[in-house]
């Protein structure tokens, strides 16, 4: 079974400009997450989406949106770039979203530069 | 006082020891705790996953859980150099939200 996959893999940008990441589930999984990771800050929570629906939000401001298509597959976007969004962002899928056993699984992250 | 929190090394073992990864969580209604294996310009990937009190093994690791003392801890037994790594400790608070410590940095020396 294919993991979860994203795109693209790395991204260079300026600053103002807006961005549009992309992550493919594993299979079956109807819940996706994207984390923002930075040296600084750590592996963040930014939301999460079940059956296109955003069910969780992280402390990011609305600069910061997503979405989740029916088949699944998840988009998130950035608006007017800064240099602090510069980052590995991360997607992880999952079965369910009620189970609190289910484990998530990562995809491999897009690299974002902000200039 | 952060959700989650971990000593961020480096902890260094020689090859072949035993490597003991801490972590504590603020939050009491926390259920399920996760330790994921983070190579560097890589992905995080899991490790284990423990919902219980007290021990569960899977080969040469063993995660610990003590909710009353809000603690969870990773075992490595006979430690190798593609160990490693920064591990992660991850716990769900609710839904699907992962709340990560800072990771703490394994070097195992051969």
């Given at each position: 079974k294919a993991g979860v996959t994203q795109t693209p893999r790395y991204l260079i940008k300026t600053r103002g400009q807006q961005v549009t990441l992309s992550c493919s589930p594993i299979s079956g999984h109807r819940s996706v997450s994207w984390y923002q990771q930075t040296p600084g800050q750590g592996l963040q929570f930014l939301f999460e989406y079940f059956s296109e629906t955003q069910r969780n939000k992280g402390n990011?401001?609305?600069?910061f949106s997503g979405r989740q298509f029916s088949n699944s597959r998840s988009e998130m976007n950035v608006s007017t770039?800064?240099?602090?969004?510069?980052a590995l962002y991360l997607c992880a899928s999952s079965l369910?979203?009620?189970?609190?056993q289910e484990t998530q699984y990562f995809g491999p992250g897009t690299r974002l530069l902000v200039l | 006082q952060k959700e989650v929190e971990q000593n961020s090394g480096p902890l260094s073992v020689p090859e072949g020891a035993i490597a003991s990864l801490n972590c504590t969580y603020s939050d009491r209604v926390s259920q399920s705790f996760f330790w994921y294996r983070q190579y560097s310009g890589k992905s995080p990937e899991l490790i284990m996953s423990i919902y219980s009190n007290g021990d569960k093994e899977d080969g040469r690791f063993t995660a610990q859980l003590n909710k009353a003392s809000q603690y969870v801890s990773l075992l490595i037994r006979d430690?190798?150099?593609?160990?490693s790594a920064t591990y992660l400790c991850a716990v769900?608070?609710?839904?699907n939200k992962l709340v990560f410590g800072a990771g703490t940095i394994l070097r195992v020396k051969s």
């Open positions: 990011f401001p609305g600069r770039l800064e240099l602090g969004d510069s369910a979203i009620d189970n609190t | 430690s190798q150099p593609s160990d769900k608070v609710y839904g």
